[in-house]
């Protein structure tokens, strides 16, 4: 869309506004660095439950070849990593693929991905805190005999994600870094004592070798699902609006966060496999409890106690990133009139969007407790986990296509061939062919329920642009969709 001649109001803060004592209307500025964002995307991936929670359904995808699964998903999803970070070097905002989209191809068309894009972390709560409820329960039940609901520690969980979230990002980055620090360190080390220690069949280089993989149609939904574990790489994107040099910094934490999590998952899948034993891998599959915890007391005893608390703490740290990701989609898209304005009001003091804070903690625990009683509270991490990729995957295809457009239009002197056509190509390319062949044919249920969800969710997208047409509610949103944070009416070639 050409914005000639249409005055476009600043997305940054208004000097007036600031003059009046308004400045509390925007975020707050260079909270965080490259580590911040590193660590932010680090903990949405969530080592621990990446690890540990995703390889029971990865093993029984892919069999002895789970490790294998995991690394074509790495090099899958470090293309993608490679565009979103192009995308940040120049368009550093709270919006994430929605201004990314906007700017690049179409508002209406960055708002229906998005739309399908808040499968991702706003229903990060619901997921995560009811697989932290389940696997509590369960616990507890199996060793000590006590008692306790599962949607009990939801409420205790999203509770205290959300005092932590309204203090100010720079409080709950550093919370992050510590907590994903260790639970790397607990995952990592069972993993090795996992390859010093072997299960039946010894030690095993089979994982990676593709002969050893079932029926082509069963791998590809490992990789699939590994994708799914290595989500979360693109959670610090909307954190840009609050970055120290966001241009440099967003990117570059991306970037990072593949490269460390995707030779971790692979790692430490390896090691769990042979420790657990490759040639009794279907117990694996088929654990009453978590497989981590088992191969934990195998090889460490009462110390097996470490893998519980890498996974609580691996629970609270993606609760927390992803309020933080969810949370400033809300606020900017509220800002460009997308969404209410009641979303983008932020605390005075704290400049948190507080509004958005509160309905991402009460839509977590609706859909917790909905979504626990309609699948069964033990189905919801892999229906969500199926969901959630087959709502990011049209956002990550449309920024492939949307980086070649917006480089070739907006920066042709920066242009280039390999970053800007070739990765996008190869992106595409493999999450094309992995999404297809796990639709066709659908999964099991309740797996496969995740395909019509996003489909009726898409619908519903829809029907909401066509309503905000009908009412005139369209102006603000066309003309500031695709604005970078720091873009002005007089610097910005605003969204087409």
Do not use: C
């Not at 609050?242 to 440099?248: Q, T, V």
């Not at 490759?278 to 409890?289: F, M």
């Amino acid at each position: 869309m050409s914005t000639e001649g249409i005055s476009v109001a600043p997305v940054g803060p208004d000097p007036s506004r600031v003059a009046d004592g308004q400045e509390d209307t925007e975020l707050r500025k260079g909270s965080i660095g490259v580590g911040g964002a590193l660590m932010q995307n680090i903990a949405n991936i969530a080592p621990a439950i990446a690890a540990l929670f995703t390889l029971p359904a990865i093993v029984g995808f892919s069999g002895q070849t789970a490790p294998l699964a995991y690394l074509l998903a790495f090099f899958i999803t470090l293309s993608s990593g490679y565009v979103l970070a192009q995308f940040t070097h120049h368009l550093p905002s709270g919006g994430s693929y929605f201004t990314f989209l906007s700017r690049s191809l179409n508002p209406r068309i960055g708002f229906l991905a998005t739309w399908l894009y808040f499968f991702a972390f706003p229903l990060v709560g619901a997921q995560a805190g009811d697989a932290f409820g389940s696997t509590i329960e369960q616990t507890l039940e199996g060793q000590y005999g006590f008692s306790f609901p599962w949607w009990g520690f939801l409420l205790i969980g999203l509770s205290i994600t959300a005092a932590v979230s309204i203090p100010g990002i720079k409080f709950g980055i550093r919370t992050l870094a510590v907590m994903s620090v260790i639970e790397l360190v607990i995952v990592v080390a069972l993993a090795f004592s996992g390859l010093i220690d072997p299960g039946p069949g010894g030690f095993s280089l089979g994982g990676f070798n593709p002969s050893e993989a079932p029926a082509l149609g069963t791998f590809y939904l490992g990789i699939t699902f590994a994708i799914f574990a290595l989500t979360g790489w693109d959670s610090a994107a909307p954190l840009a609006e609050e970055s120290k040099s966001p241009r440099k910094s967003v990117g570059r934490g991306i970037i990072l966060s593949i490269l460390i999590m995707g030779a971790v998952l692979v790692f430490v899948s390896w090691g769990v496999t042979v420790g657990w034993g490759v040639d009794n891998l279907d117990t694996l599959i088929d654990a009453e409890e978590n497989p981590g915890f088992i191969l934990g007391r195998e090889v460490w005893g009462g110390a097996w106690l470490l893998v519980l608390f890498a996974l609580v703490n691996s629970v609270f740290a993606v609760l927390i990133s992803s309020m933080n990701a969810s949370t400033r989609m809300w606020y900017r898209m509220s800002k460009v009139g997308a969404l209410p304005k009641f979303m983008g009001e932020v605390h005075p003091r704290f400049q948190t969007p507080v509004n958005a804070i509160w309905f991402q903690t009460g839509l977590s625990v609706v859909l917790g407790l909905a979504l626990g009683v309609i699948f069964g509270v033990e189905n919801v991490f892999s229906v969500l986990g199926f969901l959630f990729i087959f709502a990011v995957l049209p956002a990550w295809i449309l920024a492939n296509l949307g980086v070649f457009l917006f480089y070739k239009r907006e920066h042709p002197d920066e242009f280039h061939w390999f970053k800007h056509a070739v990765v996008p190509l190869v992106s595409t390319i493999g999450l094309g062919w992995v999404g297809y062949k796990s639709i066709f044919p659908l999964p099991p249920s309740p797996e496969g329920y995740a395909v019509p969800i996003v489909g009726i969710w898409l619908l519903i997208g829809v029907a909401i642009l066509v309503y905000m047409h009908y009412r005139g509610d369209e102006e603000q949103f066309l003309e500031r969709a695709g604005m970078a944070v720091d873009e002005s009416s007089e610097g910005a070639d605003a969204a087409r």
